[in-house]
């Protein structure tokens, strides 16, 4: 069976591991600081504060920016869960959106619910597609960019995290850069820095508390090892995204586009006409596994009306997520690509 995500480990990266294993110094350290450090340098920013998840810097982020009860905060209703009950956790009102064709929210999907109350908008780079951030900076609201499929996209040169107020990461399993679990908060604000690193660490008595949710050397020297090697994660997602763009051309999918833009492909997704979930069966019957880009709309979770966000609906319905990571071996990208042929073709065969 062909698996929708996988983690790409190499020796190298276990013996990272098996290093800091051997030198008893497994807590957070200097090696969460030195990953923090050349995330940073990476991305172009000021730097970066290391935490236990991608749920965590969010949560980190919102704290810093004062959101709490009675607030607002925009976020895209095709998102998964976890970011919705972040902005839960602080207390403050999720506020969903509709999205664009591409699955990302727009400009005009959040200026319709804008308030006086919004303290904050959570920009969502999906599926690794980079939103125009500067083009949501006229609103004035502090954007928080949330990258955990995006790491390493960028638009018009800037790398996505590095546009908005605070960017927040997640190093998931299947995420394009893994430390097995882990997140990280960055900025170019040494002022929001000091204050997620307070409240990361502790170091001073908060009536807000703390976020007790570090990241540890264990984990910090795994994805060191694999961001010394991530362009080539990127170079490997890319030249599966173009056999994929170039072999399916002839099938009347509708096949994701990027403008202006570097995409990381964290996921490749097709729209196709039908029920998923028959689509879903026919890649297990030929070995393969596909899932829906997201897992559920938010709105449905809160019980709003579907008519409210109709383009979300459509995309929900319509999209199938194929296979693509570094470990896929190029004879399995051409079984993909074999079984979409045979799939499309029996379902249009009429």
Not at 50 to 68: E, H, I, K, Y
Not at 72 to 92: D, H, N, Q, R
Not at 152 to 160: L, P, R
Not at 289 to 302: A, E, S
Request: glycine fraction near 8%.
């Amino acid at each position: 069976m062909i698996t929708h995500s996988k983690p790409w480990i190499t020796e190298a990266d276990q013996q990272a591991v098996a290093t800091v294993l051997t030198s008893g110094m497994i807590a957070q350290g200097q090696l969460v600081h030195q990953l923090e450090t050349k995330v940073a340098n990476y991305l172009g920013v000021a730097g970066g504060v290391a935490v236990a998840s991608g749920s965590s810097a969010l949560v980190l982020a919102l704290t810093a920016l004062s959101v709490n009860c009675d607030d607002e905060v925009i976020l895209p209703t095709y998102v998964c869960k976890s970011v919705m009950e972040s902005v839960i956790s602080v207390g403050a009102k999720p506020v969903l959106c509709d999205i664009g064709n591409d699955g990302n929210m727009t400009q005009e999907t959040i200026a319709a619910q804008l308030t006086s109350k919004t303290a904050a908008i959570i920009v969502v780079h999906i599926f690794g597609i980079a939103v125009d951030t500067y083009a949501l900076q006229c609103f004035g609201i502090p954007i928080i960019e949330d990258c955990c499929q995006a790491f390493g996209s960028s638009i018009n040169g800037a790398k996505v995290g590095s546009i908005g107020t605070i960017g927040i990461f997640s190093f998931h399993a299947t995420k394009c850069l893994t430390t097995g679990e882990g997140g990280m908060a960055v900025s170019h604000s040494s002022n929001l820095l000091e204050k997620m690193r307070s409240l990361r660490d502790g170091d001073s008595f908060s009536v807000k508390g703390r976020i007790a949710a570090p990241l540890t050397d264990l984990q910090a020297a795994l994805g060191l090892s694999q961001l010394s090697r991530y362009s080539h994660f990127l170079q490997r997602r890319q030249e599966i995204a173009n056999y994929y763009l170039h072999h399916l051309q002839n099938c009347s999918l509708q096949l994701p586009a990027a403008i202006n833009q570097i995409s990381t492909f964290f996921r490749f997704t097709v729209r196709v006409n039908g029920n998923f979930e028959t689509y879903q069966q026919q890649f297990h019957q030929h070995h393969i596994q596909v899932r829906r880009g997201v897992d559920n709309l938010l709105h449905r979770l809160l019980g709003l009306e579907p008519h409210q966000f109709p383009t979300a609906e459509r995309v929900f319905a319509e999209t199938v997520s194929l296979p693509i990571y570094p470990a896929l071996s190029n004879a399995e990208v051409q079984q993909v690509v074999l079984a979409c042929h045979t799939i499309w073709s029996k379902n249009h065969e009429h």
